[in-house]
């Protein structure tokens, strides 16, 4: 069997999955055309129609089921035993695909994948960045990375252990002239960065202290949709931002911004890694997780 026939068999499991030529395309990390171009090939090739297709829904025709309940199972088998060749390597190499929050990333870029990247130069990580929560097995993931308390229940995670909290900070210059907000409510009175949401809401900033909760929908000369935006913004006296503390522990050390309301910013869930449970997993993803639970333990 031909690679370009596993990469077709392997198109018409995906559409059959997606329901849709182009969320299969963006799995499958091709274009639209050239999955339906292949997808025709395969159809002239069979001798048969797998797919119903229409400008708004695709469907398997009854020749296509059964196509599928017959190839779907072989196409498992098959790559198990691929994965189960690729976890005898010696030297692990390969591509690795993880999504993540940014600032999850962020936190764990330089201690954890750069060096991972250092140690095996033969292994490729695809990292992707997303406000939203995404669902690894269906978009083609091996990797989340995630606060814990938003892992899903079907998953395995493997928390980081890094200390994480959010954090208020502002330029020195901005606070000798206007003060310190000493409570969550103070910040009405004071000028600040607001910050858009992925699905364009804005934020409210969030507190917590001795069982109390509050939210607070500050005002300001200037809306960002991005932290490190909000973290320049701040260093040059706009206003208050809010921002994790992992992105300011920096400029915070060398006195370039200065952390207010600490006491109200508690500790988050700490960072997880997470994955389904996977059977020979290839050499590049054991050694990656080798290297998680190095970074994990060093940080508990």
């Known amino acids: 069997m031909t690679r370009s026939v596993l990469a077709d068999l392997d198109a018409v499991l995906g559409i059959a999955r997606q329901g849709s030529f182009r969320a299969a395309a963006l799995e499958l990390g091709m274009s639209t055309t050239a999955l339906s171009n292949a997808i025709a090939k395969l159809e002239q090739r069979l001798g048969i129609r797998l797919f119903n297709r229409t400008t708004r829904s695709v469907s398997l025709t009854d020749a296509g089921k059964t196509f599928v309940e017959r190839v779907g199972p072989a196409m498992t088998d098959i790559h198990d035993a691929m994965l189960a060749a690729q976890s005898l390597q010696e030297t692990p190499t390969g591509t690795l695909r993880i999504n993540a929050f940014a600032s999850a990333a962020r936190e764990v870029m330089a201690p954890l994948i750069l060096l991972f990247l250092r140690q095996y130069p033969r292994v490729h990580i695809d990292l992707v960045t997303e406000g939203r929560l995404v669902d690894i097995v269906a978009a083609g993931f091996d990797l989340g990375l995630r606060p814990a308390d938003l892992v899903p229940s079907d998953m395995i995670a493997l928390p980081l252990g890094r200390e994480r909290s959010n954090a208020v900070v502002a330029s020195p210059d901005f606070l000798r002239t206007h003060g310190r907000p000493l409570v969550p409510a103070d910040l009405y009175r004071f000028r600040c960065i607001r910050s858009r949401l992925p699905n ?28 490190s935006l909000v973290k320049i913004a701040a260093q040059n006296g706009i206003g208050l931002g809010y921002v994790m503390e992992a992105d300011v522990r920096d400029d915070i050390g060398a006195g370039r911004l200065v952390r207010v309301l600490e006491d109200w910013t508690p500790p988050l869930a700490p960072l997880a890694l997470y994955y389904p449970g996977r059977k020979n997993p290839p050499a590049a993803f054991s050694a990656f997780m080798r290297a998680a639970r190095e970074f994990a333990s060093a940080n508990s």
């Open 200 to 227: 364009n809401a804005l934020f409210r900033w969030r507190f917590e202290k001795d069982g109390s909760a509050v939210q607070i929908d500050v005002q300001g000369a200037i809306t960002l949709d991005e932290s």
